[in-house]
Structures are given as C-alpha cells and as structure tokens.
T-cell receptor, first 113, second 111 residues
Framework: DGGITQSPKYLFRKEGQNVTLSCEQN?????MYWYRQDPGQGLRLIYY???????QKGDIAEGYSVSREKKESFPLTVTSAQKNPTAFYLC????????????FGPGTRLTVL | QKEVEQNSGPLSVPEGAIASLNCTYS??????FFWYRQYSGKSPELIMF??SNGDKEDGRFTAQLNKASQYVSLLIRDSQPSDSATYLC???????????WGLGTSLAVNP
C-alpha cells in the first residue's frame, strides 16, 4: 500500500533533549512538508522540501531542523532551542502529478515532560 | 500576507440536513483550492479539490468556487453524525507548491 508513515505515534521528551520525528513516503512524491498543529489551531508550516538535498524554512522554523538525503525520507529534529515543542506534528507530501494536493501521514504527538 | 479565513464555528446541523461551510482567501492569483476533513486527534484527509469556477460534486459533497468574489464553499448533503469533524480550507500559494491553511470550521451533526 502506498502512503506516508510517521513514527513514533507518541513521543515524550524531557526538557533540554533533542528528538527526531520520522517521516517516510512510498508515493514517489518529490515534495515533503512538516507542519505543527496546536489545540484549536490551524496548520503551521515548519519546513518543506521540493527536491532531495534541498529544503526551505516555513513560517515557524526556529528550534527545528530537517534533512532530505533520500526522496522517501524527511526527518524532523526538534531541538532544545524550541521553547514550546508540545504539539501534534504532521508530515505531508505531494507529487508533480498531484497538482499541489498534499497527503498526510498519521502524525506524531510530542509531549515535553 | 496571504490569508485564508473560515468561520471557526461550531456549526451545528441536524442529521439529514445540508451543512454549508465557507472559506474566503486574499490572493487573487490562487489557482487551487482544497477541502480537508480532520477528526479529533487524527490527521487531515482530502475531501475535494477544485480549480475552476463553478460547482464540483463528489457523492454527498459539493465544492463551489467563485474566484471573482474570492470564496470557496463546501456543501455536505444528507449530513451524518460521522461527518462531525473540523473542515480545513487550503489554497495554493503560487508556484512554490505551498498551501495556505484556514483555521478550520468545526461541524457537529446531531442525530
């Protein structure tokens, strides 16, 4: 089955720790995105990547880092510099033939203890 | 600043009624318009997309686009309790393949 997987589903972090959220897709999509969603809030773009080895900051990139070494993978690291990281993190992707339609993974819920 | 606005709701309709969700956008150059449904605690899932002025129907869902007035709407006919969710409107942000998202409208369908 084609789709987007995110792991883990739930993640707990102590203050001062870096954590990495995984996002993998087998849809052969070239563009991938990371969003953050807070309770009652819309989606805010953290980073996006349109091709391998290239990525751009979104609206709230501070305290986050990404890499895009493979087309299928776009991991997000939440660093200790992110002061309020507790949120629902969503990964999405879109392909050239998808005309901007973004498809989402199931999400990772990060909680800082 | 390009914006997408939605009434946050909650919109409450009885089962079997038509639910009407509206979205306005600021960028006249936008070409692609999307409606996603998001259940509580889950990720958004695509319901429909529309590119051309007019109506587009898919089952119980109809998307309506009016570029002159810069609004896009979603009608849900014969609403079911399972339609209770938050509906997100998204609009493309030009050629950079980013979407601009509204904050969503919460819909409650009452049995």
């Amino acid at each position: 089955d084609g789709g987007i997987t995110q792991s883990p589903k739930y993640l707990f972090r102590k203050e001062g720790q870096n954590v990495t959220l995984s996002c993998e897709q087998n849809l052969n999509h070239d563009a991938m995105y990371w969003y953050r969603q807070d309770p009652g809030q819309g989606l805010r773009l953290i980073y996006y990547s349109q091709i391998v080895n290239d990525f751009q900051k979104g609206d709230i990139a501070e305290g986050y880092s990404v890499s895009r070494e493979k087309k299928e993978s776009f991991p997000l690291t939440v660093t200790s510099a992110q002061k309020n990281p507790t949120a629902f993190y969503l990964c999405a992707s879109t392909g050239v033939s998808s005309t901007d339609t973004q498809y989402f993974g199931p999400g990772t819920r990060l909680t800082v203890l | 600043q390009k914006e997408v606005e939605q009434n946050s709701g909650p919109l409450s309709v009885p089962e079997g009624a038509i639910a009407s969700l509206n979205c306005t956008y600021s960028d006249r150059g936008s070409q692609s318009f999307f409606w996603y449904r998001q259940y509580s605690g889950k990720s958004p899932e695509l319901i429909m997309f529309i590119y051309s002025n007019g109506d587009k129907e898919d089952g119980r869902f109809t998307a309506q686009l009016n570029k002159a007035s810069q609004y896009v709407s979603l009608l849900i006919r014969d609403s079911q309790p399972s339609d209770s969710a938050t509906y997100l409107c998204a609009v493309n942000a030009g050629n950079n393949r980013k979407l601009i998202w509204g904050l969503g409208t919460s819909l409650a369908v009452n049995p």
